[in-house]
């Protein structure tokens, strides 16, 4: 009897053995087939990183609203993040650089980068994987002072502190191509190099006179001195505006309707210029996943209209727009499936 119970242990051995390894062989095969699919959906998903502006811009909400509520959703994407930047020159480089796969830049930035012209940043060092995804409002260029100031055209800021963005920036850019256009440079004024939210703060503690801010109105950096302290955003001359649309074709004429900034001191509409805020990517992106985003971005938009207010210009009939840079081909696919001229 000991013999045939120690038999039966054994066997009972032998079976569960058996068992045991059979059962690691599943999950070993299942753990490689689950592997697998996963290593080859992450190797086809990318992770996006979208280069912004500054937080008292308007990128950076807008940018928050499409990575979170919209790219981040986005079949192929694993992963989706807006970052805080210094805007369209620093954000065209670090798209280069693979820092970002996605950044908003103005137009003018865009055409520069890719031409490797206009600006030092870019001669001699063209952004070679830079595709357009949308275009998406146009950005006025605000110069605002307090209304208490003795500046009302931009003749008198001559002997100011003015700021005029981050050293390098298409704001900067922007703000010397309009001075010089009203026969001003950097002689004339004390250039201060600044981003939008240090120039508001500036302007409310009188340690510059004036400012250079190039984002979609309303600007949360004038509203930011406008609860401080009345504004003054001064209006361009016709001469100054033919002068610069005739050497710049990227600038284009508009009226800020002073409502706008009503609540803050503002009595008269503001005629001005503007560029135009495009998104692009970079070129290297698999063509699903850019159409993917593209299709995705329109039909969640009002995701972006409740981020700021500059959402509701971003439409599929402007989609196209001051677009300075060839199209990606997933987003051209997606404007030509809805009749969107891709010329």
């Known amino acids: 009897m000991k013999l045939v119970g120690l038999l039966l242990v054994v066997l009972l051995f032998a079976l569960a053995g058996c068992g045991s390894a059979q059962n690691e062989g599943d999950d070993s095969d299942s753990g490689s087939d689950d592997g697998g699919g996963d290593e080859a959906s992450s190797s086809e998903e990318v992770r996006i990183t979208l280069g912004t502006g500054g937080m008292s811009g308007t990128y950076y909400p807008l940018g928050v609203a499409m990575t979170e509520q919209i790219f981040s959703n986005a079949e192929g994407v694993s992963q989706a993040r807006a970052v ?11 798209l ?14 865009a055409y520069y980068a890719v031409n490797g012209e206009t600006l030092a940043d870019f001669e001699g060092n063209t952004v070679d994987n830079m595709a357009g995804m949308t275009s998406l409002y146009p950005e006025d260029i605000q110069v605002v002072t307090t209304a208490d100031s003795d500046i009302e055209s931009l003749e008198d800021l001559k002997g100011k502190n003015v700021a005029v963005g981050d050293q390098g920036s298409g704001a900067e850019a922007n703000a010397n191509q309009i001075l010089e256009a009203a026969g001003i440079t950097y ?21 510059i006179d004036a400012a250079f801010i190039v984002a979609g109105a309303p600007t949360s950096a004038i509203q930011e001195l406008g609860a401080n302290k009345d504004i003054r955003v001064l209006s361009l001359s016709d001469e100054i505006i033919s002068n610069l649309t005739s050497e710049y074709s990227y600038y284009t004429e508009r009226t800020i309707k002073a409502d706008l900034y009503a609540d803050y001191g503002q009595e008269e509409d503001i005629t001005t210029v503007a560029v135009m805020a495009i998104l692009v990517v970079d070129s290297e992106l698999p063509e699903d996943v850019v159409y993917n985003m593209t299709k995705d971005m329109f039909e ?6 409740a981020a700021h207010d500059r959402g509701s210009d971003i439409t599929l009939e402007t989609a196209t727009d001051g677009m300075s840079i060839d199209l990606h081909p997933g987003a051209a696919k997606y404007y030509e499936e809805e009749g969107v001229s891709v010329d």
Request: proline residues 0%; without cysteine; negative net charge.
């Open 187 to 207: 002689d004339d004024i004390t250039a201060e190099f600044m981003g939008f939210g240090d120039a508001s703060q500036g302007l409310q503690n009188g340690t």
């Open 96 to 109: 280069a650089e693979g820092k970002y796969q996605a950044v908003l830049v103005q137009n003018d930035i």
């Open 300 to 305: 969640n938009k009002d995701a972006l209209e």
């Open 84 to 94: 805080s930047t210094g805007a369209s020159v620093t954000n065209a480089q670090e």
